[in-house]
């Protein structure tokens, strides 16, 4: 298969709606992460995601929509709590889990009887799903299990030759995934993201608790509920060990490291390092983390890095996103110093 590389332009946005009518496969861009969208009513279409990302089977999707009258027949009742939400929050980095309608396949959301739907900030990804009338299930447009793609290039990389297009609008925003939320009993972060717990339960009047498996890998036998909640994810071929430890300590530590390690650090670590670095944002500033996180990952395969030891970031508040997503590319293993 030729892939398309198209701006996500009025032209571009035309190609991919008609692409996506017939059943076909897109790479879009959102204020997120990139997405590998297809019909999310159609079973056919669905499967070749997870097909083409070698995603597992029980791994549930999100539906991005354009509008709120594409909420209501995707789910059984939309409660207050949810409505709250959604004047909120969208458009943007929030995905809200109710129970599904007969209109979502059972291969949308990995057998589960809910569903995770978001309307998504960026301008041309609600486009894209006005023009071509249907719902979006778009996962990150990456093979399962390696960093989410935060540029088209990135896309490129993962899927040239197996989606028939790929739209580039540009880089990413945020650059980690949405914040997920079930409804479906007291309101719980799933998987965290920019939007934060804490902003939850402002916007509710009321208390909104953290999953374990934010911070934990998943109990053996335990259902994956959300996207994100797999044991690895997000990793490149290095292997990722996170640093939990002040400044100077990290720094030893990364001097004294075998030969193939590079540091993950923060700015200004890199003057001091005495090993090859990447820098992956500022101190305590969980906006430029997200933003240049996955991007990183990325790179590290490229300098051929064999070990990277990451400069542990905070673990609350936006921060806990950023986190999340290094425990899982480590597999949860974190060195305290």
């Known amino acids: 298969m030729k892939t398309e590389y198209l701006p996500c332009d009025e032209a571009g946005i035309a190609r991919g709606a008609e692409l996506l009518r017939r059943g076909e496969l897109v790479a879009i861009p959102t204020e997120t992460v990139y997405g590998l969208a297809a019909d999310a009513s159609n079973e056919d279409a669905v499967r070749r995601i997870f097909t083409v990302k070698g995603r597992p089977q029980d791994n549930?999707?999100?539906?991005?929509?354009?509008?709120?009258?594409?909420?209501?027949?995707?789910?059984?009742?939309?409660?207050?709590?949810?409505?709250?939400?959604?004047?909120?929050?969208?458009?943007?980095?929030?995905?809200?889990?109710?129970?599904?309608?007969?209109?979502?396949?059972?291969?949308?959301?990995?057998?589960?009887?809910?569903?995770?739907?978001?309307?998504?900030?960026?301008?041309?990804?609600?486009?894209?799903?006005?023009?071509?009338?249907?719902?979006?299930?778009?996962?990150?447009?990456?093979?399962?299990?390696?960093?989410?793609?935060?540029?088209?290039?990135?896309?490129?990389?993962?899927?040239?030759?197996?989606?028939?297009?790929?739209?580039?609008?540009?880089?990413?925003?945020?650059?980690?995934?949405?914040?997920?939320?079930?409804?479906?009993?007291?309101?719980?972060?799933?998987?965290?993201?920019?939007?934060?717990?804490?902003?939850?339960?402002?916007a509710l009047g009321k208390p909104v608790a953290v999953s374990h498996a934010a911070t934990e890998p998943l109990a053996s036998g335990e259902t994956v509920a959300s996207p994100g909640m797999k044991y690895r994810h997000y990793a490149p071929r290095a292997k990722v060990v996170l640093i939990e430890s002040d400044r100077a300590a990290y720094l030893r530590l990364l001097e004294e490291a075998p030969a193939g390690t590079w540091g993950m650090v923060f700015e200004g670590d890199e003057v001091q390092a005495g090993r090859p670095t990447l820098v992956y944002g500022r101190e305590h500033d969980a906006e430029s983390q997200m933003h240049s996180l996955f991007s990183a990952l990325r790179r590290l395969d490229d300098e051929g890095a064999e070990r990277v030891y990451v400069r542990c970031p905070d673990h609350d508040g936006e921060a806990l996103g950023v986190y999340n997503r290094l425990l899982r590319a480590a597999g949860f293993e974190v060195k305290h110093i």
């Open 60 to 202: 549930p999707l999100i539906v991005h929509i354009s509008d709120l009258r594409m909420w209501e027949p995707l789910v059984r009742g939309i409660p207050a709590d949810a409505l709250r939400l959604a004047e909120a929050f969208w458009p943007g980095p929030l995905t809200i889990i109710l129970k599904k309608s007969g209109a979502v396949p059972l291969a949308t959301t990995a057998g589960l009887d809910s569903v995770a739907v978001r309307m998504p900030s960026h301008e041309g990804a609600r486009a894209l799903i006005a023009a071509c009338g249907l719902p979006l299930a778009a996962p990150s447009a990456n093979l399962s299990g390696l960093p989410s793609p935060t540029t088209a290039e990135h896309c490129r990389r993962d899927l040239d030759g197996k989606v028939p297009l790929v739209l580039d609008g540009g880089e990413c925003r945020y650059g980690i995934e949405s914040t997920v939320v079930s409804l479906l009993g007291e309101p719980t972060v799933l998987r965290p993201g920019a939007v934060t717990a804490e902003q939850l339960a402002e």
